[in-house]
């Protein structure tokens, strides 16, 4: 497959009954959320707006979706997290397109979606976009809180 600027095009990978887009993908699902003790779901897709009728229902924009790498839920059934994988927090990584998606998720949804780069043992984590500015946050479990994001970059 042809690899484009800010992508991670690669092999397919499948596993446990998933398919995930590149093997970076796949070992972040093998490190970090298999068997992190929390509920989750590879690749679900969030509908961001519904189609919009155009001049008098004779023509329709097509409707949107955002779909994240992962959704991890918390103990109590509630979003935790909603990661998309990334090789940078740079704009060549993460695309004006792409920010648009997030910016439009977290209108709707109220959650941030979090951008994960992953390393061997740990991941950096970081919520784009934000009027205050965040440094990326390195963790080595999916077990924190959103909130000790800010808590960590306020200091």
Do not use: C
Not at 1 to 16: L, N, P, S, Y
Not at 55 to 61: E, I, N, R, T, W
Not at 77 to 95: E, M, P, Q, R
């Amino acid at each position: 497959m042809k690899k484009q600027a800010g992508t991670w095009f690669g092999e397919k990978v499948k596993v446990d009954g998933f398919t995930f887009d590149s093997k970076k993908e796949h070992q972040f699902y093998e490190r970090f959320i298999k068997n992190s003790g929390y509920n989750f779901e590879v690749h679900k897709g969030f509908q961001l707006h519904a189609a919009i009728p155009l001049l008098d229902g004779k023509l329709k924009v097509r409707s949107s979706r955002y779909t994240p790498d992962f959704v991890v839920y918390d103990h109590d059934g509630s979003i935790k997290h909603v990661y998309d994988l990334k090789n940078s927090f740079t704009t060549f990584a993460i695309d004006q397109a792409a920010a648009l998606r997030f910016k439009w998720f977290e209108l709707k949804y109220g959650i941030p979606v979090e951008v994960v780069v992953p390393r061997v043992n740990s991941f950096k984590v970081k919520i784009m976009g934000t009027t205050k500015k965040f440094e990326p946050v390195t963790v080595d479990d999916v077990g924190y809180n959103i909130d000790d994001l800010v808590t960590v970059t306020d200091k």
